[in-house]
């Protein structure tokens, strides 16, 4: 049995082994990301975006509290006084050992309730409470303009890997073709068909395509590391997305881009609900020219003692209810003063929204010519990669019939390489400008 059962542990940890180092379970597990999943990610975990809602929170607070300004307010008091002496009323009385009469007593005590209820404060209650509705609505606007970047960050960030892995892909068929042919000019060298130089030019030619590999390796390091630290992973995870080796071309004229952008962006509808802000201010402004009214009532209860229960002097309880009208009609300009201020803010906005709409035309414009320049290059660079791949062929075949040089393959392989990166970067090029375009127009 004991026998036995050592060939079944062998068997078992072999089998174990096999499975966790077999790559298809390792991949297994790992999640693949599309492009869609990749910016749904990061809106859900990004530090900025939940900071963005909780700013939508405050602005939902203190729109409460300015909700609150429509209805009365109710407050209580309780007061302890005491005097040098009692209040005596005092009179030229001719009667012997009269000091007056007394009116009070040194200990007072009062309670107070009181209600205050707004009745016209010039719109200035209806403009705040305005006021905070716009502030909510700004705020959701900036949490809107808070992904719109974030999306095109992620999609910067995606087709970099991609960008990247095509390099390391590039690479590694230059390091294996340069072996190759470094194999055969050894042979050539050995027999004497080359000369010594030839052999060294070809060991040089690897060794920077080594050197250049690894570049690619690390930049792909880094692009993950991107990728990761904007979905919030551990920024060593090893990333898996899906790649896109296709290219939808992107139909529409500029003006028809920008049409979109000027309804779309956030900025812009941002900058619509700051001058709404502006003529809320001003009429709170405007609102100091007219009187306050306001409608007061109080319950007193006073006495000699703690319970205010009354006394002789006191009495035990009493009411009274008073319409106030206030009226601050000269502050020396103060309030001229500030209404041509808010004016003047309104003014600026209006200034800053012409302002952003030539930036936005800029931003069209300028996605736009990158998109049709990849869009022209890539069907463009994809025929030279064939080309190259041909003339790398042909090449290879002289070099072995002895009727080129290396130097030949070595000029052949680095056109090649340099096709194969310019097919991928044009590609992924594509990619990136259709996503700048998109932000631009105010989508993701």
Do not use: C
Not at 9 to 34: D, G, M, R, W
Not at 150 to 176: P, S, T
Not at 311 to 321: L, P, T
């Amino acid at each position: 049995m004991g026998a036995r059962k050592k060939i079944f542990l062998s068997l078992f940890f072999i089998l174990l082994t096999f499975i966790i180092a077999h790559p298809l379970y390792a991949q297994e597990n790992v999640k693949v990301y599309t492009l869609k999943e990749s910016i749904e990610e990061a809106i859900s975990k990004n530090w900025s975006i939940l900071q963005k809602k909780e700013r939508i929170k405050e602005a939902l607070y203190k729109k409460k509290q300015a909700r609150s300004e429509f209805f009365p307010k109710f407050s209580t008091s309780y007061g302890y006084t005491r005097l040098s002496e009692p209040p005596i009323m005092r009179a030229n009385i001719p009667f012997p050992g009269f000091n007056g009469i007394e009116l009070g007593t040194q200990d007072n005590y009062q309670w107070k309730g009181t209600i205050i209820q707004p009745i016209f404060r010039g719109f200035s209650i209806i403009s705040a409470y305005e006021l905070s509705k716009l502030i909510v609505h700004q705020r959701e606007l900036e949490l809107e303009l808070e992904r719109l970047d974030l999306a095109l960050q992620v999609k910067e960030a995606y087709f970099n890997i991609l960008k990247a892995k095509r390099g390391i892909e590039v690479a590694e068929k230059a390091v294996e073709a340069l072996k190759s042919h470094l194999s055969v000019a050894k042979n050539f060298y050995n027999v004497g068909m080359i000369p010594v130089n030839e052999l060294l030019r070809a060991e040089v030619e690897l060794e920077n395509a080594k050197h250049e590999l690894v570049k690619a390796e690390n930049y792909y390091k880094i692009a993950q590391i991107n990728f990761n630290t904007l979905l919030r992973r551990n920024i060593n995870t090893p990333v898996y997305i899906k790649d896109i080796l296709y290219y939808e071309p992107e139909r529409g004229s500029f003006e028809d881009f920008f049409k979109v952008a000027i309804e779309k962006r956030p900025e812009i509808k941002i900058i619509n609900v700051n001058i709404q802000q502006a003529d809320q201010q001003i009429r709170i402004a405007k609102s100091k020219f007219y009187p306050e009214a306001s409608f007061v009532y109080e319950y007193i209860k006073e006495g000699d003692d703690m319970d205010v229960s009354g006394s002789d002097y006191h009495d035990a309880g009493r009411w009274e209810a008073m319409a106030v009208l206030k009226w601050t009609f000269w502050e020396w300009g103060k309030t001229r003063n500030s209404l041509r201020e808010q004016i003047s803010k309104k003014r600026q906005m209006i200034l800053l929204k012409e302002q952003l709409k030539d930036r936005i035309r800029l931003q069209i414009k300028e996605a736009l010519l990158n998109l049709r320049v990849a869009e022209k290059n890539i069907p463009t660079t994809k025929k030279t990669v064939e080309h190259a791949e041909e003339n790398l062929r042909v090449s290879k075949e002289r070099y072995k019939a002895q009727v080129a040089t290396s130097t030949d393959i070595f000029d052949a392989q680095s056109l090649l390489t340099q096709a194969r990166n310019n097919y991928y970067n044009a590609l992924y090029e594509y990619n990136i400008a259709k996503a700048r375009l998109y932000r631009a127009i105010g989508q993701y």
